[in-house]
Each structure stands twice: as structure tokens, then as C-alpha cells.
């Protein structure tokens, strides 16, 4: 059974800090890695993906992929009240389906 | 509007009625996804279709859910004999490929009384 962790939060941190937001997967041959940020009562939407170890960075989201230890991260930098959302991890392994995390609940304090 | 649309968005129904859903995927999108999510949890994949193929359904997804991609474009999920456990949003993605981002639709909420 594939699985995919994050903690489910609540994250709280202030307004212009910045969050960190995990995600493990079980599945060592996993090649795609993808959050989405999903507002209450709607549906998910990409943030970013990313395919390679290391760090990709995309305004103020930066997302950090570890195969060696089958972990992928997000960071955002001045966090805002808008931020304020669930992440959903999602991992994909090639001609398979994506797996979701349960998703962190994060919210930025004015 | 060229991105994926779903209808209803919302329907309430009572227990034992069916219930039918659309998912209208971009255009270009060769795959098709139905997923099931409760409040709390992440999405749940339910079933895909490559093109008019469905090639996957989940093993937790009952004899009472069928769905349909007739000439590969929209898609159809249906609910016989609708139980309150059925009660979450239905979501739908697309994609072009297995590995790319899928895309979601807005989501059809159900409740079952």
C-alpha cells in the first residue's frame, strides 16, 4: 500500500514568517512529486511540482525533493493571511496513479 | 473558460436514489480522474480513463459506482442506491499524461440523507 504522510497541523505562524511544510512517501520509485494548496470548501490547485532532488523555487514557494529519504518539502517566505489553506502532498510513480496526503492545515496570524 | 468543469456542484439526494455526475476535462487532456474526498482527509482516487479506456478503478470502490468517458471526452460517474456514506465532494482532474500535473474541477458535493 502506497502512503503518503504530512502532519495534519494546524501549522500556525505569523504573518511574513516563513512555513515549512512536510510530506514522506513510502514508495521508493515515486518520480513525480506535486502540492496543491486547497482552500476550505474548494478543490485543490498546483502550487508546484517537482521531479528532481534538490530545490525548486517559484516566487515565494520553494519546494525541496530528497529521494534518499523519500521526503519532499515546501517552504513559503512571507507568509500572508491569504496563505491560509490546506497543502496537499501529492506523489506519483510512472504509469500509476497519484497518492494524497491527508494534507496540513496551515494558518497565517495577522 | 478552458478549464475543467463539473455539474452539478451540489445535490442532495436521499438514501437508496441514484445520482449522476459530469466532468467535462480540458480539452486536450487525455486523462481522466474521479476522486472522493472527505473533510479532514486528502483526495481519494476512485477511477481513470486514458482517452474512452477506463483503465483503473480502486479496489475500494463498490458495484454501486460506474463511471463512463463515451468518445473520450466527457465522463460520467453514477451512484445507484445512494447510502449517507457516499456523503463527500467528487472530485474531477485531467491531465495529459500520467506524469504531469492533473487539473481539477470545482467539485460536486454530495449529500446523501
Known amino acids: 500500500q502506497k502512503e503518503v504522510e504530512q502532519n495534519s497541523g494546524p501549522l500556525s505562524v505569523p504573518e511574513g514568517a516563513i512555513a515549512s511544510l512536510n510530506c514522506t512517501y513510502s514508495?521508493?520509485?515515486?518520480?513525480?512529486f506535486f502540492w496543491y494548496r486547497q482552500y476550505s470548501g474548494k478543490s485543490p490547485e498546483l502550487i508546484m511540482s517537482?521531479?528532481?532532488?534538490g530545490d525548486k523555487e517559484d516566487g515565494r514557494f520553494t519546494a525541496q525533493l530528497n529521494k534518499a529519504s523519500q521526503y519532499v518539502s515546501l517552504l513559503i517566505r512571507d507568509s500572508q493571511p491569504s496563505d491560509s489553506a490546506t497543502y496537499l502532498c501529492a506523489v506519483n510513480t510512472y504509469g500509476q496513479n497519484f497518492v494524497f496526503g491527508p494534507g496540513t492545515r496551515l494558518s497565517v496570524l495577522p | 473558460d478552458t478549464g475543467v468543469s463539473q455539474n452539478p456542484r451540489h445535490k442532495i439526494t436521499k438514501r437508496g436514489q441514484n445520482v449522476t455526475f459530469r466532468c467535462d476535462p480540458i480539452?486536450?487532456?487525455?486523462?481522466l480522474y474521479w476522486y472522493r474526498q472527505t473533510l479532514g482527509q486528502g483526495p481519494e482516487f476512485l477511477t481513470y480513463f486514458q482517452n474512452e479506456a477506463q483503465l483503473e478503478k480502486s479496489r475500494l470502490l463498490s458495484d454501486r459506482f460506474s463511471a463512463e468517458r463515451p468518445k473520450g471526452s466527457f465522463s460520467t460517474l453514477e451512484i445507484q442506491r445512494t447510502e449517507q456514506g457516499d456523503s463527500a465532494m467528487y472530485l474531477c482532474a485531467s491531465s495529459w499524461t500520467s506524469e504531469e500535473t492533473q487539473y481539477f474541477g470545482p467539485g460536486t458535493r454530495l449529500l446523501v440523507l
Open positions: 514508495d521508493r520509485v515515486s518520480q513525480s
Open positions: 517537482i521531479y528532481s532532488n
Open positions: 480539452s486536450e487532456h487525455n486523462r
